[in-house]
């Protein structure tokens, strides 16, 4: 599975942003699939997860009411979408997919996106 993350962008405080990504080979619907964050100086922060069949999903506490994951099987695509964007939203978020359950442990998921940037002003 390779993954092509995108949506990224500068947005003010309190804007909005939806990212996007995309998945090719077969039995995306198998993956369970992530999101992921990494500030500058900071360690990779596990943000959203989904279940494959889209019926679970989970979400860090501080994203919590703010962002919303969801996914189409059929365009092979996982969404981030972001609400009320704060500036310590700011990072790289990278996608991630794991084969059955979800996690939010980065290292149990076996395929990552390439990042992109969000980077929120005050």
């Known amino acids: 599975v390779q993954l092509q993350a995108s949506g990224g962008g500068l947005v003010q405080a309190g804007g909005s942003l939806r990212l996007s990504c995309a998945a090719s080979?077969?039995?995306?619907?198998?993956?369970?699939m992530g999101w992921f964050r990494q500030a500058p100086g900071k360690e990779r922060e596990f943000v959203a997860a989904?279940?494959?069949?889209?019926?679970?999903?989970y979400y860090v506490d501080s994203v919590k009411g703010r962002f919303t994951i969801s996914r189409d099987n059929i365009k092979n695509t996982v969404y981030l979408r972001m609400n009320s964007l704060k500036p310590e939203d700011t990072a790289v978020y990278y996608c991630?997919?794991?084969?059955?359950?979800?996690?939010?442990?980065?290292?149990?998921?076996?395929?990552w996106g390439q990042g992109t940037q969000v980077t929120v002003s005050s």
């Open positions: 991630a997919a794991v084969q059955g359950s979800w996690s939010i442990l980065g290292h149990e998921y076996y395929y």
């Open positions: 080979g077969r039995a995306f619907s198998s993956y369970a």
């Open positions: 989904i279940s494959w069949s889209g019926g679970t999903t």
